[in-house]
Structure formats: structure tokens, C-alpha cells
T-cell receptor, first 116, second 115 residues
Framework: DVKVTQSSRYLVKRTGEKVFLECVQD?????MFWYRQDPGLGLRLIYF???????EKGDIPEGYSVSREKKERFSLILESASTNQTSMYLC???????????????FGEGSWLTVV | AQKVTQAQTEISVVEKEDVTLDCVYE???????LFWYKQPPSGELVFLIR??????QNEISGRYSWNFQKSTSSFNFTITASQVVDSAVYFC????????????FGTGTLLAVQP
């Protein structure tokens, strides 16, 4: 089974703090993703990485950056946390397309971040 | 533009009732994938099914069934004889074949199954 692990389930941070959300996958997937989930908005893509040190902006990258130094690890960074970044953050991974199994994205359990 | 609409925000049923979750999508692509994910209270999104746009056959897996109709751009999900453990948020999603980064989600439907 694919396992995507997010290191922190619940975090409370202060406005202006630098925040790191860590994600590790154990299936040697090339693609990794960070999504944000908010009520009434569904899931929105923040950043995507298709290889080590490679990244692409998603739909809502403002206020975020990412780091992918190793294939299995993808970090989301909030340089200066703000209250509007209070949300649920979901990490995911997949094999690259094309390929029948490569088109399924597997998700972690999520990290609930509260910025006060 | 690509879009997924789940018009039902919340549904409440009593155990053993059948329930259908609606999903309508928009895309200009002729080839694409459709997905359903389940999100229980624990938070993790659990993959349920992937459907290729070339395959309009309905699928059944135990108490779950999916009805894909390209003519109406719908990919509806039915749970037969619902159980309390089915209580979760269910997301429908759309992805282009060959595109590695875009999984377009609907806003989700919260299903509450009462004992």
C-alpha cells in the first residue's frame, strides 16, 4: 500500500512565524503535491513537484514555498504565517503520467494548521 | 475551463437507506480521468475509484456503484444499504490524461448516516 505521511497532524503557530510542513512518501513516486482544503472551496493545489529540486506553482502559491531535496520528501514552507493561512493541508504523491496507475494521486492524513 | 460541481453540500440518511452523490464535470478535453475520494473524520483522502473517459461502463464494488454518463457529463456515486461507517466527506475529481499536476476537485458532499 502507498503510504504518505505528514509529520504534524495539528499545529498552532503565531502570525509572522516561519512554518514547515513535512511530507514523506514510501513508494518512490516522482510526483508530489501540496493541497489546501477549506470549507466550501474543496481542495486547491498550492505547489507540485515532478522531480527532486523541481517545482511548479499550482493555483494558490502566494505566501508559500516548497522544497524537494530528496525524492521521498516534500516540504511546504510558510515564510511568514498569516491568519488567512489557517487551514487543512494535504500532501499527496503519484507516479508520473502516462501509465494506468500513474494517474491516481494518494493522499496523506492532513495537517491542521491554526495561525493565531 | 475544467470544473467539477457537487451540488449537494450535505446529505443525511438513516442506516440501510440507499444514497446517491451527484457529480457533474466540465472539460473541453476528449480524454480525461474521473475520481471519487472519501474523507473520513480522520482527514485522510481515501481513493475509491478512477474512471477513464473512454470507458462508460458502470462499476460496482460491494455496496458502492458508479454511473458514468458522458452525454450528461456526470459521474454519480451510489451507496446501497448505507452504514454509519460510510459517514464522510466525498469528493469527485477530474484530471487530464497526461497532465501530471492538475486534479480538479469538487467542493465535496458531507454524508451523515444516522443509526
Amino acid at each position: 500500500d502507498v503510504k504518505v505521511t505528514q509529520s504534524s497532524r495539528y499545529l498552532v503557530k503565531r502570525t509572522g512565524e516561519k512554518v514547515f510542513l513535512e511530507c514523506v512518501q514510501d513508494m518512490d513516486h516522482e510526483n508530489m503535491f501540496w493541497y489546501r482544503q477549506d470549507p466550501g472551496l474543496g481542495l486547491r493545489l498550492i505547489y507540485f513537484s515532478y522531480d527532486v529540486k523541481m517545482k511548479e506553482k499550482g493555483d494558490i502559491p502566494e505566501g508559500y514555498s516548497v522544497s524537494r531535496e530528496k525524492k521521498e520528501r516534500f516540504s511546504l514552507i510558510l515564510e511568514s504565517a498569516s491568519t488567512n493561512q489557517t487551514s487543512m493541508y494535504l500532501c499527496a504523491s503519484s507516479l508520473p503520467s502516462p501509465g494506468s496507475s500513474g494517474n491516481t494521486i494518494y493522499f496523506g492524513e492532513g495537517s491542521w494548521l491554526t495561525v493565531v | 475551463a475544467q470544473k467539477v460541481t457537487q451540488a449537494q453540500t450535505e446529505i443525511s440518511v438513516v442506516e440501510k437507506e440507499d444514497v446517491t452523490l451527484d457529480c457533474v464535470y466540465e472539460t473541453r478535453d476528449t480524454t480525461y480521468y474521473l475520481f471519487w475520494y472519501k474523507q473520513p473524520p480522520s482527514g485522510e483522502l481515501v481513493f475509491l475509484i478512477r474512471r477513464n473517459s473512454f470507458d462508460e461502463q458502470n462499476e460496482i464494488s460491494g455496496r458502492y456503484s458508479w454511473n458514468f454518463q458522458k452525454s450528461t457529463s456526470s459521474f454519480n456515486f451510489t451507496i446501497t444499504a448505507s452504514q454509519v461507517v460510510d459517514s464522510a466527506v466525498y469528493f469527485c475529481a477530474l484530471r487530464r490524461i497526461g497532465a501530471t499536476n492538475k486534479l480538479i476537485f469538487g467542493t465535496g458532499t458531507l454524508l451523515a448516516v444516522q443509526p
